[in-house]
């Protein structure tokens, strides 16, 4: 069974840009979250969706949105980037009703 | 809210050394603990789990302990190979809000570095 997958897996951007990340979930997971990593914060929590609804948000601006789709693959959007928004963006799929989470291998984000 | 704390890094042993990471947490509730395993340039790998008081995780060598009497979760490996050597993370499962499953929280990682 194919592993969650995120592309693109580099990106640069320069500041006041928007960018689009996208992750596929392992097949028959349902529910997507998604993850910010920098050196300074560490690991922060962004938002989940399950069913193509939003169920849970971390404390991140209005900036960060996301979405899911029907066949449960999902994108995350930043508008306005700001250098700080550089970073690792991990997302995690897991079955309904398990709370293991099984992580892509991020997207790269640099903001210049 | 929520929280981890785990020993800071960097941990340098050599081969075959005992390993013990220190992770406490503080949770309202009852959450399930985890620790993650992150080689370089890769994302993150389950590398064991318990979901309830007294549960032990273990995987390729490695064991912890879910202590709800000192709300911790150290991991221990008797003997650590070169290829143990990645950034590890403590995490809980958070608040259950509405059903959510999908919100860790995570320490902030130690990276372990093996030396033959």
């Known amino acids: 069974k194919a592993g969650v997958t995120q592309t693109p897996r580099y990106l640069i951007k320069t500041r006041g840009q928007q960018v689009t990340l996208s992750c596929s979930p392992i097949?028959?997971?349902?529910?997507v979250s998604w993850y910010q990593q920098t050196p300074g914060q560490g690991l922060q929590f962004l938002f989940e969706?399950?069913?193509?609804?939003?169920?849970n948000k971390g404390n991140f601006p209005g900036r960060f949105s996301g979405r899911q789709f029907s066949n449960s693959r999902s994108e995350m959007n930043v508008s306005t980037l700001e250098l700080g928004d550089s970073a690792l963006y991990l997302c995690?799929?897991?079955?309904?009703?398990?709370?293991?989470?099984?992580f892509g291998p991020g997207t790269r984000l640099t903001v210049l | 809210g929520d929280s981890v704390t785990q020993m800071e890094g960097p941990v340098t042993l050599s081969e075959e050394a005992f390993l013990t990471i220190n992770c406490t947490y503080t949770?309202?509730?009852?959450?399930?603990l985890f620790w993650y395993v992150q080689y370089p340039g890769e994302g993150l790998q389950l590398l064991l789990k318990?979901?309830?008081?007294?549960d032990k995780g273990s995987n390729k060598g490695f064991e912890a302990t879910y202590r709800k009497e000192t709300t911790s979760f150290h991991l221990e490996k008797g003997s650590v190979q070169v290829s143990d050597s990645a950034v590890y993370f403590c995490?809980?499962?958070?608040?259950?809000?509405?059903?959510?499953?999908?919100?860790?929280?995570f320490g902030k990682g130690t990276k372990l570095s093996v030396k033959p």
């Open positions: 995690a799929s897991n079955l309904q009703g398990s709370n293991e989470q099984f």
């Open positions: 097949s028959g997971h349902r529910s």
């Open positions: 969706y399950f069913s193509e609804t939003q169920r």
């Open positions: 949770a309202t509730g009852y959450p399930s």
């Open positions: 318990a979901t309830k008081a007294d």
């Open positions: 995490a809980l499962s958070g608040a259950n809000y509405g059903g959510s499953q999908g919100n860790l929280i």
